[in-house]
T-cell receptor, first 114, second 113 residues
Framework: KAGVTQTPRYLIKTRGQQVTLSCSPI?????VSWYQQTPGQGLQFLFE???????NKGNFPGRFSGRQFSNSRSEMNVSTLELGDSALYLC?????????????FGDGTRLSIL | GESVGLHLPTLSVQEGDNSIINCAYS??????FIWYKQESGKGPQFIID?????DKRQGQRVTVLLNKTVKHLSLQIAATQPGDSAVYFC????????????FGTGTRLQVTL
């Protein structure tokens, strides 16, 4: 069974631009969560989607948004990019979500802002 | 908010020795914990999990111990190998319905030959 797939693996953008990241969950998984990983802040939860609905959101500004499609694939969008948005963005999927099952991660998209 | 933290940022062990990585959690209502391994350039990889009705769970070369009294977790790796070199995180799921993990800061395990 294929794992979580994130595209692209690397992105370079400049301040003020916007970016869209893509995540394909493990087949049969309906919950997709997004995390930001930086050396200073560690792994921080961005948001979770389940059945095309955002179910929970972390403490990030509204510039960070996402959506989920009927096939459970998810996209994350960041608008008006700032230097501090440089990070590894990770996507994780689980069968139904909730706090009693593991999430499985992709290898992330490395976003660099110049 | 609640947090999950690690005691040691870097652990250096010799190949063949056993490794112990510790983690403290603060939410006494948490009933499920996960350990992840993250190698350079990759995403976190699920290693093992444990529910609060257990004190110990064993996997292949790994054992997780849970002490609910002092809110402490540990990950034991037997006969540590060079391939075990990575950053290890404990994670605590949100106690609600969402799939939201709170991660500790991570411990880097360095295996020396």
């Amino acid at each position: 069974k294929a794992g979580v797939t994130q595209t692209p693996r690397y992105l370079i953008k400049t301040r003020g631009q916007q970016v869209t990241l893509s995540c394909s969950p493990i087949s049969g998984h309906r919950s997709v969560s997004w995390y930001q990983q930086t050396p200073g802040q560690g792994l921080q939860f961005l948001f979770e989607y389940f059945s095309e609905t955002q179910r929970n959101k972390g403490n990030f500004p509204g510039r960070f948004s996402g959506r989920q499609f009927s096939n459970s694939r998810s996209e994350m969008n960041v608008s008006t990019l700032e230097l501090g948005d440089s990070a590894l963005y990770l996507c994780a999927s689980s069968i139904q979500g909730g706090g009693n099952q593991p999430q499985h991660f992709g290898d992330g998209t490395r976003l660099s802002i110049l | 908010g609640e947090s999950v933290g690690l005691h040691l940022p870097t652990l250096s062990v010799q190949e063949g020795d056993n490794s112990i990585i510790n983690c403290a959690y603060s939410n006494s209502a948490s009933d499920y914990f996960i350990w992840y391994k993250q190698e350079s350039g990759k995403g976190p990889q699920f290693i093992i999990d444990i529910r609060s009705n257990m004190d110990k769970r064993q996997g292949q070369r790994v054992t997780v111990l849970l002490n609910k009294t002092v809110k402490h977790l540990s990950l034991q790796i037997a006969a540590t190998q060079p391939g075990d070199s990575a950053v290890y995180f404990c994670a605590e799921p949100y106690t609600g319905t969402a799939s939201k993990l709170t991660f500790g800061t991570g411990t880097r395990l360095q295996v020396t030959l």
